[in-house]
């Protein structure tokens, strides 16, 4: 399988930004590597900006698992989320 990376922004709100929705992820998917690039966690939303890493299947069900979860999953557009 291909491994892949992918670079996203995640929305949280409705209630999701108080549920541990990437610890959920990881414990279905644990081989998906994520890495929190940038987050803005506040009461009513939090936006965060992630990197996702692993075989191209499971990043995708990942991904969709969190889309199931309330999460709005955004690809990054353009150059690098954060220099560094």
């Known amino acids: 399988m291909p491994k892949t990376e992918k670079r996203c922004w995640l929305t949280f709100e409705g209630g999701c930004q108080d549920e541990p929705c990437l610890w959920r992820m990881a414990r ?44 709005r999953v955004d690809p990054v557009q353009g150059g690098s989320m954060v220099a560094g």
């Open 28 to 71: 279905r998917f644990p081989d998906v590597v994520f890495d929190v690039r940038q987050a803005s966690v506040g009461k009513a939303i939090g936006i965060m900006a992630l990197k996702f890493e692993g075989e191209q299947t499971d990043v995708e069900a990942a991904l969709a698992y969190l889309v199931e979860m309330g999460v």
